[in-house]
């Protein structure tokens, strides 16, 4: 008997209710009610009557202005949007597992192994670990995906249905923000940011995936077009990437509530028969593949989800938390950063940030005595520089291949660059 949706969501739902209050939006009142999107990775052990792990969790729906970005020097989230919290506990989930294996030979992980040195040669990539063959990954959100998944839910909750103008600079291809023309579906958008004091606009606290034109600009790319992009990169981020094999780190499905889910804009959104058309079916050195995932419904309903607003609560509010979760981390975070912590403050880092990933990474290839691997990470001495170096040579493929082909208009943010450096 194959597992249902049901379970899916609920063992994220669940690992989200053992959370402290800490980590959730204050209790309603009668004058208002926190909401905030959560999403979270669950492992499913094929042809096993075990029941689904919640892997990660995130909440969160804001990210960093590009005025700040080279500021944070890796320390400080550039988007804290639930779906990519998850993706980045998720990382750091397996990160824990590959130092967990790498500094005790007899551990066994059940989400990951390591690689039969046969299994290892370049056309099938390098890296000493891979996920369990059957281990199947899944998703799940308790809203819609922000950008092109998310376009025709958004037109409906429009009060005023004109489409803000559409922002066009010299030599630069469009990049849409949350209500730029509407008439254009299937393109490559951006987040709003949140303002300086972390705060959406008073106006759009009920409804924060729509923000305003004139929000805080920034480059990250709508959640939509990045788990659509992981069709062809799989789950792993760059740092994961050197260590665990990409075959078996594709999600197998997306599950949305049936009132988040409108089945054209999803099938257009990620579907091979949309916007994903020209690389279907594609292959690239390294394990790579473009790897669609099925969208599937739930009837389940997260409890801070905004549709969850009690009658006694006069307004919607956004809450600033974001809670972090895998089985061996949990944080809280405000803007990026630790709870508590003030701006740019380097304790502020989360342990999902990409400064402390990379060092956890050094840190592996250490315990596992790859000095070469190590020396060419530690000799690239800045971000920009390691991920344009040969290393990633297949991976930044895909990448390229996909934004050309399909995900047009997709513009890097590389504005955030800083040196890597051991502990």
Not at 144 to 162: F, K, Y
Not at 278 to 288: D, E, F, H, I, T
Not at 298 to 315: C, V
Request: glycine share 6%.
């Amino acid at each position: 008997m194959g597992i249902s949706e049901d379970e899916i969501a609920n063992a994220v739902l669940d690992a989200y209710d053992s959370l402290p209050a800490r980590y959730k939006p204050v209790m309603p009142t009668e004058d208002f009610f926190q909401w905030v999107p959560l999403s979270g990775i669950v492992a499913v052990r094929k042809g096993k009557d075990e029941k689904p792990e919640c892997l990660s969790l995130g909440t969160g729906m804001k990210c960093l202005p590009i005025d700040q970005v080279a500021q944070a020097q890796g320390s400080i989230l550039h988007d804290w949007h639930a779906e990519i919290v998850a993706l980045r506990a998720f990382n750091h989930f397996l990160l824990h597992e590959c130092l967990q294996l790498a500094t005790s030979p007899t551990r066994v992980s059940p989400i990951i192994q390591r690689r039969d040195p046969n299994e290892i040669r370049e056309s099938h990539g390098l890296q000493p670990f891979a996920i369990h063959n059957d281990v199947q990954l899944h998703m799940y959100s308790s809203e819609a995906p922000c950008g092109d998944a998310s376009m025709e839910l958004l037109m409906e909750l429009q009060t005023d249905p004109t489409p803000w103008p559409v922002e066009v600079t010299e030599n630069t291809p469009v990049q849409l923000l949350g209500r730029g023309s509407f008439s254009e579906l299937g393109t490559v958008r951006r987040k709003p940011g949140s303002n300086l004091n972390g705060r959406m606009l008073e106006k759009d606290e009920a409804n924060a995936s729509i923000a305003r034109a004139d929000s805080p600009r920034t480059l990250s790319k709508s959640c939509s077009d990045k788990i659509t992009l992981k069709q062809c990169t799989s789950l792993l981020s760059s740092h994961t990437s050197l260590l665990v094999n990409p075959a078996n780190a594709y999600l197998e499905a997306l599950i949305l509530p049936k009132t988040q889910c409108i089945a054209k804009s999803c099938d257009r959104s990620f579907g091979s028969s949309g916007r994903m058309k020209p690389v279907a079916g594609r292959q690239w050195s390294g394990g790579y593949a473009c790897r669609p995932f099925n969208v599937g419904t739930t009837d389940l309903e997260f409890r801070y989800s905004r549709r969850s607003k009690p009658a006694i609560s006069k307004q919607l509010r956004t809450s600033n938390i974001s809670a972090v979760f895998h089985p061996h981390l949990q944080e809280a975070l405000i803007l990026g950063r630790l709870q508590g912590r003030q701006k740019f403050d380097p304790k502020g880092a989360s342990a999902i940030c990409s400064k402390r990933m990379w060092k956890l990474t050094l840190q592996i290839l250490s315990a596992m005595g790859m000095p070469r691997l190590l020396q060419s990470v530690s000799e690239s001495m800045d971000v920009r520089s390691l991920k344009e170096s040969a290393l990633f040579m297949d991976r930044q493929r895909v990448k390229d291949d996909v934004r050309a082909e399909a995900l047009k208009g997709w513009m890097r943010n590389d504005s955030d660059d800083f040196e890597i450096e051991p502990d």
